[in-house]
């Protein structure tokens, strides 16, 4: 058995994938813990401001990272921990995208190192799900955690991939990809970046969107970025935003290379919601769309109900 691998997990202080603020490391050895490493960071001077959601999704302030290290400051460290290994987080390109895009930035020396994600893990492992959210899918799971804490992000990711590889009685993270037929991501100075993927992950897209109001929100760029968790995916909202205009979000959509619609069908595969409609939702007051949502999850089409949380972290 060799369950040895390094769970990451980054918080940010805005939209920008390099304002980091938090990073951790959970180093696991034979599926046990053996350390735990976490930094507050303080964000580089081109992107050093804190949005109000951001705050209020992970807690950290301005106030916190005023005194603390910048990243370049600790990539000495940080470098020599992750170099050669396997990583792992929820939603790589996410926490992958980050760590890039401060190597960039610092102008730092790129680890050869590589990783997985365990959010296309779970939807290979675990079907029918609502959504495959880390608190979701570690909630079915049993595990209670304090959600976008990185420490308890990643821990909780690991525990999440554990449970994945006993599932499918594998022994290594290698024999689990060619199970489930998963890309293992690479990062490297030779070869650069080379996104987790998995075949036959979703459900093509069909249908035709004749709404008029959403065929004049047109991508304002030709090229995507196809490793985007929302490149040819079909979006529908429903309820208010609390981060932008629901015109804003149709046209971020978009320009991601994902598709939107008014109506939710089955070949749907993000049903967003409000915060505010979405804590409604998790109490029980289900809309027509969702009960709708709901049933097509069953059926085993690729739908999933997320919030405007993991909205913007898809972002």
């Known amino acids: 058995m060799n369950y040895d691998f390094i769970a990451i997990d980054f918080e940010t202080a805005n939209e920008k994938r390099m304002s980091v603020c938090c990073a951790a490391l959970i180093f696991f050895k034979n599926g046990v813990i053996i350390d735990e490493k976490e930094w507050l960071i303080?964000?580089?001077?081109?992107?050093?401001?804190?949005?109000?959601?951001?705050?209020?999704?992970?807690?950290?302030?301005?106030?916190?990272?005023?005194?603390?290290?910048?990243?370049?400051?600790?990539?000495?460290?940080?470098?020599?921990?992750?170099?050669?290994?396997?990583?792992?987080?929820?939603?790589?390109?996410?926490?992958?995208?980050?760590?890039?895009?401060?190597?960039?930035?610092?102008?730092?020396?790129?680890?050869?190192?590589?990783?997985?994600?365990?959010?296309?893990?779970?939807?290979?492992?675990?079907?029918?799900?609502?959504?495959?959210?880390?608190?979701?899918?570690?909630?079915?799971?049993?595990?209670?955690?304090?959600?976008?804490?990185?420490?308890?992000?990643?821990?909780?990711?690991?525990?999440?991939?554990?449970?994945?590889?006993?599932?499918?009685?594998?022994?290594?993270?290698?024999?689990?990809?060619?199970?489930?037929?998963?890309?293992?991501?690479?990062?490297?100075?030779?070869?650069?970046?080379?996104?987790?993927?998995?075949?036959?992950?979703?459900?093509?897209?069909?249908?035709?969107?004749?709404?008029?109001?959403?065929?004049?929100?047109?991508?304002?760029?030709?090229e995507f970025d196809e490793d985007h968790p929302l490149f040819e995916k079909k979006v529908v909202f429903t309820g208010s935003l609390i981060s932008m205009t629901r015109r804003v979000a149709l046209q971020k959509v978009v320009d991601c290379g994902g598709q939107i619609a008014k109506s939710f069908t089955k070949d749907t595969h993000y049903l967003v919601m409000g915060l505010q409609d979405y804590s409604r939702f998790a109490d029980g007051k289900e809309s027509s769309k969702t009960k709708a949502a709901k049933q097509y999850i069953q059926d085993g089409h690729s739908v999933e109900i997320i919030d405007e949380d993991t909205f913007l972290r898809m972002l």
């Not at 916190?64 to 990243?71: L, N």
């Not at 401060?102 to 990783?115: M, Q, R, W």
């Not at 909630?139 to 990643?154: C, E, R, T």
């Open 42 to 222: 303080k964000p580089p001077a081109i992107c050093n401001y804190f949005n109000d959601l951001n705050i209020q999704i992970h807690g950290i302030t301005p106030e916190q990272v005023e005194t603390a290290p910048e990243f370049d400051t600790i990539w000495e460290e940080f470098y020599s921990y992750i170099d050669g290994e396997m990583l792992i987080a929820h939603n790589a390109p996410f926490d992958m995208g980050v760590l890039t895009n401060l190597i960039h930035h610092y102008n730092l020396t790129s680890p050869s190192l590589n990783f997985v994600c365990t959010c296309n893990i779970a939807r290979k492992t675990w079907d029918k799900q609502v959504n495959y959210t880390l608190k979701n899918i570690a909630n079915q799971l049993g595990y209670l955690f304090n959600h976008h804490d990185a420490h308890d992000d990643a821990k909780t990711c690991g525990k999440i991939l554990l449970e994945a590889l006993k599932v499918h009685g594998v022994n290594s993270i290698d024999e689990l990809a060619q199970k489930i037929d998963m890309r293992i991501g690479k990062l490297s100075p030779s070869i650069g970046y080379i996104s987790c993927s998995i075949s036959k992950g979703y459900k093509g897209l069909g249908g035709k969107n004749d709404d008029v109001r959403v065929k004049d929100i047109v991508a304002a760029t030709a």
